[in-house]
């Protein structure tokens, strides 16, 4: 399962993918481990990605960022095809189809617990 949130900053804006192994939902729901798991797979461990940060004063950001959300929004709005459905000679429809817009993803690192302190403090008066 893949779910995805914007993040922002000010006037900067990331896209960030979470990805949930099924295996893992079903552990949550039933509380029992999956009995044969795919060594080769982490099931256990959801991963979350994260897009270059756009800044919203960069006309070419602003492009990128728009792209990249319509890219989303049409993803999450396609049709599912099979061999049956589909013309004769039509390509497949294959999740791959919006990696030329996340390519840049990256494991995100370890996040900051809240309670820690930052290199930085803001106020707001």
Same mark, same amino acid.
């Given at each position: ?7 922002? &900053?000010?006037? %900067?804006?990331?896209? &960030?993918?979470?990805?949930? %192994? ?5 552990? @949550?729901? #039933?509380?029992? !481990?999956? *009995? ?20 919203? @004063?960069?006309? +070419?950001?602003?492009?990128? @960022?728009?792209?990249? *959300?319509?890219?989303? @929004? ?7 095809? #099979?061999?049956?459905?589909?013309? !004769?000679?039509?390509?497949?429809? +294959? %999740? ?12 995100? +690192?370890?996040? +900051?617990? !809240?309670?820690? !302190? ?8």
């Amino acid at each position: 399962m893949q779910v995805f949130m914007l993040s922002s &900053l000010y006037h %900067h804006v990331s896209i &960030l993918r979470l990805e949930v %192994h099924p295996d893992y939902i079903n552990f @949550l729901e #039933t509380g029992k !481990p999956p *009995l044969y798991p795919d060594p080769s797979e982490r099931w256990f461990s959801p991963t979350v990605l994260r897009s270059k940060w756009y800044d919203l @004063l960069d006309p +070419q950001d602003r492009g990128e @960022l728009l792209r990249g *959300l319509w890219g989303i @929004l049409s993803y999450s709005m396609r049709t599912e095809t #099979t061999s049956a459905d589909r013309r !004769p000679g039509a390509p497949m429809r +294959q %999740h791959s189809e919006m990696s030329h817009f996340f390519g840049g993803f990256k494991k995100k +690192q370890q996040a +900051q617990k !809240p309670w820690e !302190p930052t290199s930085r403090s803001h106020s707001i008066s």
